[in-house]
T-cell receptor, first 110, second 115 residues
Framework: DAKTTQPNSMESNEEEPVHLPCNHS???????IHWYRQLPSQGPEYVIHGLTSNVNNRMASLAIAEDRKSSTLILHRATLRDAAVYYC???????????WGLGTSLAVNP | GAVVSQHPSWVICKSGTSVKIECRSL??????MFWYRQFPKQSLMLMAT?????????EQGVEKDKFLINHASLTLSTLTVTSAHPEDSSFYIC????FGAGELFFGEGSRLTVL
């Protein structure tokens, strides 16, 4: 399974945009890029996913590099409730078996 | 979005007893559910894939006789930790994916503490 690399932690201020990077240099052509987040003592929550084109939803935007070897999750205006561990995961096609790394722990300052 | 619910949210038991955790898909049918375990400050580790009407598929290193999985219906999978010991204390999480959806939905997690 292709692996991802994320910074261990990041910090942001409330109401400012946050850009969470993810490197996945060994991504294959059929791998989708998924982002999930996990608040303390809760199950993970889906954020967004994409294949090649940039994606937007009500929670965030996903910017995918042209060579697909990296991507960035963008939270447009961070809130205190966005403080969580964010996981960038690759999943092939309909493969629902996700391999989890350590993710990025995001702290949001008031 | 789809809802996956786990019960109980937390459980404390004595060493040697068995504990059952339920995972339900509330508004969709799930032929496949996934069970994860997460230790403090660590990532999720996939334990097994639960298949409705058939045997679960366990990941390498996970004892199938210790972690019994039953997926008797399209909306319910159960994980039973048999003869639990303190080292089994962990956060157990299930997930499922509705047909046609691109993402997984997760339960709230069940925290097991074995004394």
């Amino acid at each position: 399974d292709a692996k991802t690399t994320q910074p261990n932690s990041m910090e942001s201020n409330e109401e400012e945009p946050v850009h969470l990077p993810c490197n996945h240099s060994t991504i294959s052509g059929t791998d989708y890029i998924h982002w999930y987040r996990q608040l303390p003592s809760q199950g993970p929550e889906y954020v967004i996913h994409g294949l090649t084109s940039n994606v937007n939803n009500r929670m965030a935007s996903l910017a995918i590099a042209e060579d697909r070897k990296s991507s960035t999750l963008i939270l447009h205006r961070a809130t205190l409730r966005d403080a969580a561990v964010y996981y960038c995961i690759l999943a092939a096609g309909n493969n629902r078996k996700l391999i989890w790394g350590l993710g990025t722990s995001l702290a949001v300052n008031p | 979005g789809a809802v996956v619910s786990q019960h109980p949210s937390w459980v404390i038991c004595k060493s040697g007893t068995s504990v059952k955790i339920e995972c339900r898909s509330l508004d969709f049918q799930a032929t496949t559910m996934f069970w994860y375990r997460q230790f403090p400050k660590q990532s999720l580790m996939l334990m097994a894939t639960s298949n409705e009407g058939s045997k679960a598929t366990y990941e390498q290193g996970v004892e199938k006789d210790k972690f019994l999985i039953n997926h008797a219906s399209l909306t319910l999978s159960t994980l039973t930790v048999t003869s639990a010991h303190p080292e089994d204390s962990s956060f157990y999480i299930c997930s499922a994916k509705p047909f046609g959806a691109g993402e997984l939905f997760f339960g709230e997690g069940s925290r097991l503490t074995v004394l």
